[in-house]
């Protein structure tokens, strides 16, 4: 079995977008596990019950949207410490602005730049990966 170093939760709704994101992981940040969830619902609970180091939450989803899980997840004493890495096609500096504002620990708009992408995740783990 695999060792995982530290685990990261991925809610997003788009299918080529999750796989460039395994692709990502696979390639460059192997030793973390990456968990998947389609909506904010399921992403919600995937992060109370599994407590992940770090969550990428994109913004555009069915249901909830992302802004509005960031607000639970920072109400919640379980995963209000957990950091949230907000992505989105969304790349007007209003939109950056308002993601920071809202609280997100960092914000990155599609399509992801991998270097810079994976240079983020690894700060915001701040673990000697
Ligand atoms: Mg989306």
Redesign the pocket.
């Known amino acids: 079995m695999e060792e995982y170093k530290r685990t990261v939760l991925y809610v997003?709704?788009?299918q080529l977008?999750m796989a460039l994101m395994h692709h990502i992981f696979k390639r460059n940040l192997p030793s973390i596990l990456l968990l998947e969830a389609e909506t904010a619902e399921l992403g919600l609970s995937m992060a109370r019950e599994v407590l992940p180091d770090l969550i990428i939450l994109?913004?555009?989803?069915p249901g909830l949207n992302g802004y509005e899980a960031l607000e639970i997840l920072q109400q919640d004493e379980a995963t209000c410490h957990i950091p949230v890495l907000g992505t989105?096609a969304f790349a007007q500096l209003s939109d950056i602005e308002k993601a920071k504002n809202r609280g997100f620990a960092a914000y990155i708009t599609k399509p992801f730049q991998v270097k810079a992408f994976t240079e983020t995740v690894k700060r915001l783990l701040d673990s000697g990966l």
Request: hydrophobic share 20%.
């Open positions: 997003e709704d788009n977008n994109d913004i555009g989803l989105s």
